[in-house]
């Protein structure tokens, strides 16, 4: 698909939005930018955590206007879940609160994050109160700021690894190796 000249300046937008943070302010400039520029309420973008992957702890969490706090949840019976099972992305442009009535929400769009090796490590998606009427564009558009999310994401992981491994000498009184 050639995106349209309109396509390309909300891509324009969110890149030059998000070129220069990194970390946090990468994720929170991220999905303001992203609700900003697509005209969503809602915008999202996190992390598979635990053991089995089953659970998502947002980095950024826009909802209607704001900021919020970040939050984890189990994906079993919600949208996320969906995007894991079907081949990356799931699209809803209306009808959500039919199938998902917690959320109140009319429409949806998620997509998967992969980090450099090609595994899942992440979700990014969006939602809003109304339907979304050119979700070619905002899919469109996520694809192409989730290769940036997942190499945040990783980078992210390798900082708190070497974060870590800094500390275990504290943590550990007595430590094996000095």
Excluded at 54 to 72: F, S, V
Excluded at 86 to 97: A, L, Y
Excluded at 137 to 161: D, F, H, K, P, Y
Aim: a negative charge; aromatic letters at 6%.
């Amino acid at each position: 698909m050639v995106p349209d000249p309109h396509a390309r300046r909300v891509l324009q937008t969110v890149i030059e939005e998000t070129a220069a943070p990194v970390g946090d302010a990468f994720f929170r400039s991220l999905v303001s930018s992203l609700a900003f520029t697509l005209g969503v309420g809602f915008a999202f973008v996190g992390e598979l955590i635990g053991e089995k992957r089953n659970r998502l702890r947002t980095h950024a969490l826009w909802l209607n206007g704001g900021l919020a706090e970040n939050i984890e949840y189990d994906l079993a019976g919600t949208p996320c879940e969906n995007v894991l099972s079907h081949n990356g992305i799931w699209n809803i442009p209306q009808g959500m609160k039919d199938r998902f009535p917690p959320l109140g929400v009319e429409s949806y769009l998620g997509l998967r994050v992969t980090g450099v090796s090609g595994n899942v490590i992440g979700l990014i998606g969006v939602m809003d109160n109304e339907p979304m009427t050119d979700s070619d564009m905002v899919g469109w558009t996520l694809v192409n700021v989730a290769a940036r999310a997942g190499a945040e994401m990783e980078r992210s992981q390798v900082s708190r690894a070497r974060e870590e491994m800094a500390a275990f000498g504290e943590l550990n009184p007595a430590p094996v190796l000095r």
